[in-house]
């Protein structure tokens, strides 16, 4: 796919020009040709042409004379010499005098002249750049109309490297709702035989990095007709007020361009829900205003296809959302075990690679990663592979990018005093034989205690050893003596604890609170929903919606259900305490161990 956009350099090339010219003509050619030019001359001229009878008006001031000549195209002055016989030669001469004689210009002229001449004559300047654009358009009609108030869209007209559907891996649900939009575009006369008209827009929300762009973009490569491709926050960009004028100016173009699409990404920069405050944000309310009018404004027959893409639907306006606009919901969501092996298959056939990776293994590890993560691991392992001065990626690369994009790099020169990894060691032995020794959790796929630019000072893998969709209450609350697993393992060997476990201690709660308020996983509660997500696909945060006793109350229960599950821990790491001194020695000598060397180990 090609993107065309036109510099803007040739218009405002044009404008400085008309000021610079503006500026010139003010300064040094209007007030010499406006102003009236008077000439100075000696009294013997003004004495010789009075006699030969060569003076049209004469105005005789105190210390000035001034006159014309006869037909009063020409001024002179001269200085009065207190002549007595001026007023006799003046009477014999036949010139009139006793008036004025105008010397400078009327100031509306002059006006006129300075300032509406250039106006006009910038105005014919810009007239006829436009046209000759318009000239130029119609040479390359994918050429775009640009300049102060226009959409500012990119239009993507199709080329050889173009993205198709078979770049995006998974998402075979969104795929489908699109691959109609595309049949539709292509033949249209299908749909309308049967009287079906299409869906004038689908709105993509889901994740960040989930893809949605990359299909719109496949879609543009599909479709085979103009794509018109701008983002919610370029309405509101550069030049503030013109956003409503930007919405009107993409969909004219659009319609001229019939039949094709526009791709709206990030729509939440401009679709905000309108909250009615006075002072509100006028600007922006226009804007989406426009947008729905325009919406409204054409039949979906004339074949104009309308994307958004926004990773936070919830906070749209429910105007936009409306059957007849946004009508169709397509969701990306995170893939799934199959939809990140097709992913890193995508993306890894980018990169050269020794024939020996396991997909499986390595989707398996980065569950919960999105599209956006599993290309940036594919990346990291090929940079990898070229610093270690290989010329293939391995397994081995993919697995230990999938660390660098979960927890950072290696920090090489951060370097842990004896005890401090002996603390590190204890701590994330502690994780794993906590998550061991509850059947419920999963197998350990690695322990290290190598510290990582994120700040971890070391860390267990997890790996879920089949795609879960459903937890049940026993399985969180082993998952929260998990996370308690650590601290537990340094209290009950050192009679110390540390700071290591801070963000154990967040995910713990945050968990234990989610069971009580969102899941009604509490005997006290039940099924009631005491939270709201708020951004459901942006770290979902939540917000209250109970009384302020109800609050002081689930505070407790959180407190206790943790307090429980760490005591859990406690329990079952002291029941196996030679096996946790064993495994951690091991790990505080090696660094590493695999999921492997600590099930041996823990078995035997
Ligand atoms: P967003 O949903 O935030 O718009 P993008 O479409 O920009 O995400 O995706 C970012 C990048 O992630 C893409 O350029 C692509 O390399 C990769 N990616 C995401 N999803 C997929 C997918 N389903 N198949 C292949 N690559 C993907
Ligand atoms: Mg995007
Ligand atoms: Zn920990």
Known sequence: MEERRPSKKPLIFYWTIAIVVFFLLNIFVFPSFLSVQIQEVDYRTFLTLLEEKQIGQVEVEENQITFTNLDASKIYKTGNMNDPELIDRLVDSGAGFGTEIKKETDPLLYSLVSIILPVALMFGVWTFISKKMAQQMGKNPNMMQFGMGKSGAKLYVKSDNSVTFRDVAGEEEAKELLREIVDYLHAPEKYARIGASLPKGALLVGPPGTGKTLLAKAVAGEANVPFFSISGSEFVQMFVGLGAAKVRDLFRQAKEKAPCIVFIDEIDAIGKKRDGRIGGNDEQEQTLNQLLTEMDGFDGSRGVVILAATNRPESLDPALLRPGRFDRRIPVELPDLQGRIDILKVHAAKVRTDGNEDYTAIARAASGCSGAELANIVNEAALRAVRQGRDAVSQEDLMESIEVVIAGYQKKNKILSDSEKRVVAYH????????????????????????????????????????????????????????????????????????????????????????????????????????????????????????????????????SLVARQYKKACTLLSENIEKLHKISAYLYERETLTGEQFMEMLKS
Do not use: W
Not at 483 to 491: N, S, V
Not at 500 to 517: F, H, P, V, W, Y
Not at 529 to 541: C, K, S
């Open 428 to 559: 994330e032995v502690g994780h794993a034989l906590v998550a061991a020794l509850q059947n419920h959790s999963a197998p350990v796929e690695k322990i290290t205690i190598i510290p990582r630019t994120s700040g971890a000072l070391g860390y267990t893998m997890q790996v879920d050893e089949g795609e879960r969709f459903l937890l049940t209450k026993t399985e969180l609350e082993n998952k929260i003596t998990t996370f308690t697993g650590g601290r537990a393992a340094e209290e009950l060997v050192f009679h110390e604890i540390s700071t290591g476990a801070s963000n154990d201690i967040e995910q713990a709660t945050k968990l234990a609170r989610a069971m009580i308020t969102r899941y009604g996983m509490s005997e006290e509660f039940g099924m009631v929903a005491l939270e709201h997500t708020e951004n459901q696909y942006l770290g979902g945060d939540a917000s209250l919606a109970c009384s302020s006793q109800t609050q002081t109350r689930i505070d407790e229960m959180t407190v």
